[in-house]
Nanobody, 126 residues
Framework: QVNVVESGGGLVQAGDSLRLSCTVSGFPFDRKTMGWFRQAPGKERIGVSCMNRDGIRANYADSVKGRFAISRDDSKSTLYLQMEDLKPEDTARYYC???????????????????WGQGTQVTVSS
């Protein structure tokens, strides 16, 4: 049984930092390229960042480049997202999932992955 649990969100002020975590079970995390996605109210879910299974290569959406840093700990089957200098436009629910594409121009979830977690809410006030 696949289980994905995101945590670490909260209500912060603009300029603050947060660290999100995503712990998974039920699939081979260490063999998957993983990504963070976010969905704001009334908008589609979009890719924010992704990291290859080598734990080295990573890509970021232009809107977060230079402010967010993705990392992973395969021994804990956990993906992290360190978010700095948060802005009100970062307000969204954040999810993690395996990715189909992890490139400089495309971060997309694996279409066969159906076990999305509940996500963690990040709210940034101005």
């Amino acid at each position: 049984q696949v289980n994905v649990v995101e945590s670490g969100g909260g209500l912060v002020q603009a300029g603050d930092s947060l660290r999100l975590s995503c712990t998974v079970s039920g699939f081979p995390f260490d063999r998957k390229t993983m990504g963070w996605f976010r969905q704001a109210p009334g908008k589609e879910r979009i890719g924010v960042s992704c990291m290859n299974r080598d734990g080295i290569r990573a890509n970021y959406a232009d809107s977060v480049k230079g402010r967010f840093a993705i990392s992973r700990d395969d021994s804990k089957s956990t993906l992290y997202l360190q978010m700095e200098d948060l802005k009100p436009e970062d307000t969204a629910r954040y999810y993690c999932a395996p990715t189909e594409y992890c490139t400089t121009t495309s971060i997309s979830g694996a279409p066969t992955f159906k076990d999305w977690g509940q996500g963690t809410q990040v709210t940034v006030s101005s």
